[in-house]
């Protein structure tokens, strides 16, 4: 069993992905991607802004958060470099380093939308102007540079704008928080990072004064300035009463008891409140955060992981709300969920929380990038009629960094160790050095998942070691087969996980085979969309046709759950695995009138084809269903 601290990860200059999935995508972004994202970051001007701070002059382009995207992207080239070094990328990162530092103001503070355009309203607008949003982002990128790649450079400017942050705000200062949560989780990782715990107490107010009466944002409304600044205010009204949900400013948070409001913004929220109970073992706050869990992953997830069905508030609605082609289920947002669901698995050791993150990661979050790593999904819809395709930025371009240094830090969910134990959360291939028991030790894990189910991990220590190995069952999964040479007793079976514990000897093996084949999944009926329809599931993926596969359009198609589902390698789409079926269509109408009798119609049989959700419109615009018709 893990011990009451955080299960951590490992630092990423510690272990290198070694498996053909993961590794590919880590190159791609390594060759091709990140630096298409830096000349993005140059023809937008969102660099030249920090210049033009720098010197005082010229003016701010472009979105007022436009300094995060900087921010993150910094971040995911440090992950990608720490085990894909690009001399390229790395002068592309040493100069987005050198123009974020000069930027930078004596007082510690940066934000180049306001150095440029509003150099007297600084922190007058917290609740949409997102401040301190950016702020944590480049908090997060700092830490990110120092621990993979221990470059001090983003983590000095990190700490001066910490310390700017306590100068102002706080217990008996400036009572304040901001509209989009971020800054609370980043400084929680910067006290990790540099053992001050000055940040981690700004944060734990931040994150208890939310949703507290009167609300610091309803002030800013009696503020004409702060208004002039953005019109989004009204989101966090209903009618002319104040609410909040949109901001998780409804009610303090060991209130909550359901995911309300924007999707991203409550993932971050809870992610630092996640920590904060860990760390303070608090129960209470605990048993908020899981009521919320609970609310999110029993009624208003869909089966992607993906989260958030509205596009007018960039989030939830109510329950069983789960609507397949108005989906907007945005990448960050299942980022965030996988973010969350990783911080209350290192908290708990508890495999339902690992299972909804890989769900989260290899559908909801992947679909969101192109198999080239150059083009991106805002929305991520389980329907499409031909009109949704990737594209290469976006105006608001939160996402495209956002999936990279998921991808990039990938293995930090993959693998989580303490004092004693290994926990094998996603059966990844890698090489890692840590220690147990205070002993160094080698691991090296192969793996071709998620195409494949076996799974070995390799266990090297100096001297022998006596500790504990875990290794998830996927709630998914009928079977683990497992083979430990050596093992002096059964292997126990703990919170989802095959618990082994034995001396572990140079070069001693531990392999596992997760059976994988396919599973057809049906919704809740009160998921209005998807009453009569059924999804198709292998392994941790989720399924969905594309009509490039088949004769006509999906949306036509209807299955038979009981027949023969064909498992094909293919060389397509970067090397997929296809499930192939007999389906029937709709395959026109023997009148021509527009409306006919039932019998009119014309049916024919076929053969289906489906492929990974993740990697579909990776050949063009498309009409594409996820939820088919049951027969």
């Given at each position: 069993?893990?011990?009451?601290?955080?299960l951590?990860?490992?630092p990423l200059?510690?272990?290198?992905?070694?498996?053909?999935?993961w590794?590919?995508?880590?190159s791609a972004?390594?060759t091709?991607?990140?630096?298409?994202?830096y000349?993005?970051?140059v023809?937008?001007?969102?660099?030249?802004?920090?210049?033009?701070a720098?010197?005082q002059?010229?003016?701010?382009?472009g979105l007022?958060?436009?300094?995060?995207?900087?921010?993150?992207?910094?971040?995911?080239?440090?992950?990608?470099?720490?085990?894909?070094?690009?001399?390229?990328l790395?002068?592309?990162?040493?100069?987005?380093i050198s123009?974020?530092?000069?930027?930078?103001e004596p007082?510690?503070?940066?934000?180049?939308?306001f150095q440029?355009?509003?150099?007297?309203?600084k922190?007058?607008?917290?609740?949409?102007?997102?401040?301190m949003?950016c702020?944590?982002?480049?908090?997060?990128a700092?830490?990110a540079l120092?621990?993979?790649?221990n470059d001090r450079r983003l983590?000095?400017v990190?700490?001066?704008?910490?310390?700017?942050l306590?100068?102002?705000?706080g217990?008996?200062?400036r009572r304040?928080?901001?509209g989009?949560?971020?800054?609370e989780?980043?400084l929680l990782?910067?006290?990790?990072?540099?053992?001050e715990?000055?940040y981690a107490?700004?944060?734990?107010?931040?994150?208890?004064?939310?949703?507290q009466?009167?609300?610091?944002f309803?002030?800013e409304?009696a503020?004409?300035?702060?208004q002039?600044?953005?019109?989004?205010?009204n989101?966090l009204?209903k009618?002319d009463?104040?609410?909040?949900e949109?901001?998780?400013?409804?009610?303090?948070?060991?209130e909550h008891?359901e995911v309300?409001?924007?999707?991203?913004?409550?993932m971050y929220?809870?992610?630092?409140a996640?920590?904060?109970a860990?760390?303070?073992?608090d129960?209470?706050?605990?048993?908020?955060?899981e009521?919320c869990?609970?609310?999110?992953?029993?009624?208003?997830?869909?089966?992607?992981?993906?989260?958030g069905?509205s596009a007018?508030?960039?989030?939830f609605?109510t329950?069983y709300?789960?609507?397949?082609?108005?989906?907007?289920?945005?990448?960050?947002?299942?980022v965030g969920?996988?973010?969350?669901?990783q911080?209350?698995?290192a908290?708990?050791?508890?495999?339902?929380?690992?299972?909804?993150m890989?769900?989260?990661?290899?559908n909801?979050a992947?679909?969101?990038?192109?198999?080239?790593?150059?083009?991106?999904f805002y929305?991520?819809?389980?329907e499409?009629?031909g009109?949704?395709?990737?594209?290469?930025?976006?105006?608001?371009a939160?996402?495209?960094p956002?999936?990279?240094?998921l991808?990039?830090?990938?293995?930090?969910?993959?693998?989580?160790?303490d004092?004693k134990s290994l926990?094998?959360?996603?059966?990844?291939?890698f090489?890692a050095?840590?220690?147990?028991?205070?002993?160094?030790?080698?691991l090296?894990a192969e793996?071709?998942y998620?195409?494949?189910?076996?799974?070995?991990l390799?266990?090297?220590?100096e001297?022998p070691?006596?500790a504990?190995?875990r290794?998830r069952?996927?709630?998914?999964?009928?079977?683990?087969?497992?083979?430990?040479?050596g093992?002096e007793s059964?292997?126990?079976?703990?919170?989802?996980?095959?618990?082994?514990?034995?001396?572990w000897?140079?070069?001693d093996?531990?392999k596992?085979e997760i059976?994988?084949?396919?599973?057809?999944?049906?919704a809740?009926?009160?998921?209005?969309?998807?009453?009569g329809r059924?999804?198709?599931?292998?392994g941790?993926?989720i399924?969905?046709a594309?009509?490039?596969?088949?004769?006509?359009?999906p949306?036509r198609?209807?299955?038979?759950?009981?027949?023969?589902i064909?498992?094909?390698?293919?060389?397509?789409l970067e090397?997929?695995t296809?499930?192939?079926?007999p389906?029937?269509?709709?395959?026109?109408?023997?009148s021509?009138?527009?409306?006919?009798?039932p019998?009119?119609v014309d049916?024919?049989?076929?053969?289906?084809?489906?492929i990974?959700?993740?990697?579909?419109?990776?050949?063009?615009r498309?009409?594409?269903?996820?939820w088919?018709?049951?027969?």
């Amino acid at each position: 069993m893990p011990s009451s601290r955080f299960l951590r990860s490992l630092p990423l200059k510690q272990i290198k992905v070694t498996d053909p999935f993961w590794s590919r995508w880590q190159s791609a972004l390594s060759t091709k991607g990140l630096s298409a994202q830096y000349r993005k970051l140059v023809e937008t001007n969102r660099l030249r802004n920090f210049e033009n701070a720098a010197n005082q002059s010229g003016e701010f382009d472009g979105l007022y958060f436009n300094d995060s995207d900087v921010y993150k992207w910094a971040e995911a080239a440090a992950y990608t470099l720490a085990n894909h070094p690009n001399p390229q990328l790395q002068s592309e990162l040493d100069h987005a380093i050198s123009l974020i530092q000069s930027a930078q103001e004596p007082s510690g503070y940066i934000n180049t939308f306001f150095q440029l355009k509003h150099p007297d309203l600084k922190w007058r607008n917290l609740s949409m102007l997102h401040e301190m949003y950016c702020g944590g982002h480049l908090l997060e990128a700092g830490v990110a540079l120092y621990e993979s790649l221990n470059d001090r450079r983003l983590l000095e400017v990190s700490i001066k704008f910490a310390d700017h942050l306590l100068d102002l705000f706080g217990p008996e200062k400036r009572r304040a928080y901001c509209g989009h949560e971020e800054i609370e989780l980043a400084l929680l990782r910067l006290a990790h990072a540099t053992g001050e715990s000055k940040y981690a107490t700004l944060a734990r107010w931040m994150v208890e004064e939310r949703g507290q009466r009167p609300s610091v944002f309803e002030a800013e409304k009696a503020d004409p300035e702060a208004q002039t600044l953005s019109g989004a205010y009204n989101l966090l009204f209903k009618g002319d009463q104040y609410s909040g949900e949109y901001a998780q400013d409804h009610a303090p948070i060991r209130e909550h008891t359901e995911v309300v409001g924007h999707a991203v913004r409550a993932m971050y929220l809870y992610i630092a409140a996640a920590e904060i109970a860990g760390e303070d073992q608090d129960a209470d706050l605990r048993a908020a955060i899981e009521k919320c869990w609970d609310n999110l992953t029993k009624s208003r997830m869909y089966v992607t992981g993906g989260i958030g069905p509205s596009a007018s508030n960039e989030g939830f609605t109510t329950d069983y709300d789960l609507p397949n082609l108005s989906a907007y289920a945005e990448t960050c947002a299942a980022v965030g969920l996988a973010m969350w669901a990783q911080k209350l698995l290192a908290l708990t050791g508890n495999s339902e929380y690992a299972d909804i993150m890989e769900r989260a990661i290899y559908n909801g979050a992947l679909s969101g990038i192109s198999l080239d790593t150059e083009k991106y999904f805002y929305a991520n819809p389980l329907e499409s009629r031909g009109s949704h395709e990737r594209t290469p930025w976006f105006t608001c371009a939160c996402c495209p960094p956002n999936i990279a240094r998921l991808i990039g830090s990938i293995s930090n969910y993959a693998l989580t160790v303490d004092e004693k134990s290994l926990n094998i959360h996603l059966p990844i291939g890698f090489e890692a050095t840590t220690t147990l028991d205070g002993i160094k030790t080698t691991l090296t894990a192969e793996s071709n998942y998620p195409w494949s189910g076996e799974f070995k991990l390799t266990i090297t220590p100096e001297k022998p070691v006596k500790a504990t190995l875990r290794f998830r069952i996927p709630d998914w999964a009928d079977d683990v087969n497992t083979d430990i040479p050596g093992l002096e007793s059964e292997a126990e079976y703990h919170d989802g996980y095959i618990v082994i514990e034995k001396l572990w000897k140079p070069g001693d093996t531990a392999k596992f085979e997760i059976e994988l084949k396919p599973k057809w999944i049906a919704a809740d009926p009160r998921v209005m969309d998807n009453l009569g329809r059924v999804a198709l599931s292998y392994g941790p993926l989720i399924y969905t046709a594309e009509e490039h596969d088949n004769k006509v359009a999906p949306q036509r198609l209807a299955v038979d759950v009981e027949a023969e589902i064909e498992i094909q390698k293919e060389k397509m789409l970067e090397g997929i695995t296809t499930l192939s079926l007999p389906i029937v269509y709709e395959a026109g109408y023997l009148s021509d009138q527009l409306y006919s009798e039932p019998d009119s119609v014309d049916y024919n049989e076929g053969t289906g084809k489906f492929i990974p959700y993740y990697a579909w419109n990776n050949r063009g615009r498309t009409n594409m269903q996820l939820w088919v018709r049951r027969l």
